[in-house]
């Protein structure tokens, strides 16, 4: 089950306020217990969150250029 934009955006700012108040265990927006072992493991969450944004945040490209040449 992919999630849309808006969902990651949330599941990050979630994990970002319980990194910054040095929760490790926190209840998610599905109302799952969620528990990271380290910081570090938090921190590895928000760089795989981030990347995931970055991928759904790109649009495709609108405009396809061909070069062509008769081989002189």
């Known amino acids: 089950m992919a999630l849309n934009l808006g969902e990651l955006t949330a599941a990050r700012d979630t994990l970002f306020r319980a990194r910054a ?32 944004i970055a991928a759904a945040s790109r649009r495709p490209a609108s405009t396809i250029l061909f070069r062509t040449s008769k081989g002189i």
């Open 21 to 52: 108040g040095g929760v490790l265990t926190f209840r998610d927006q599905n109302g799952e217990l969620v528990t990271y072992k380290s910081d570090a493991e938090m921190a590895r969450a928000l760089a795989a969150l981030d990347a995931e």
